[in-house]
């Protein structure tokens, strides 16, 4: 089993920048993409972006320009540095992992970091 712990999360003003942190641990040697997915509340749960263990990337239409993903060199973790931050980027971030190539079939999910942006 793998266990994913996210931080970083918080309230921010519009305009402002949030970084969020995922490890990975457990059973790692298997994972292989990783990534961010929000939720807001009455919305379905959306990808954000996402991190394949060869450092292909994707981001979702709505946080292209402005947010950045990145993975360590152990591969176990993945950073989402998120710049001018919107109102309606306001949702639980949840990061994701996977043993496919791609994060959008998703096995292991975390907990969820609450980021808040006010305007």
């Known amino acids: 089993q793998v266990q994913l712990v996210e931080s970083g999360g918080g309230l921010v003003q519009a305009g402002g920048s949030l970084r969020l942190s995922c490890t990975a641990s457990?059973?790692?040697?298997?994972?292989?993409?990783m990534g961010w997915y929000r939720q807001a509340p009455g919305k379905p749960r959306e990808l954000v972006a996402g991190?394949?263990?060869?450092?292909?990337?994707n981001y979702g239409d709505s946080v292209k320009g402005r947010f950045t993903i990145s993975r360590g060199n152990a591969k176990n973790t993945v950073d989402l540095q998120m710049n001018s931050l919107k109102p309606e980027d306001t949702a639980v971030y949840y990061c994701a992992a996977t043993e496919r190539d791609t994060i959008v079939v998703v096995d292991y999910w975390g907990q969820g970091t609450q980021v808040t942006v006010s305007s």
């Open positions: 457990g059973s790692i040697f298997g994972v292989s993409a």
């Open positions: 991190i394949s263990s060869r450092g292909r990337i």
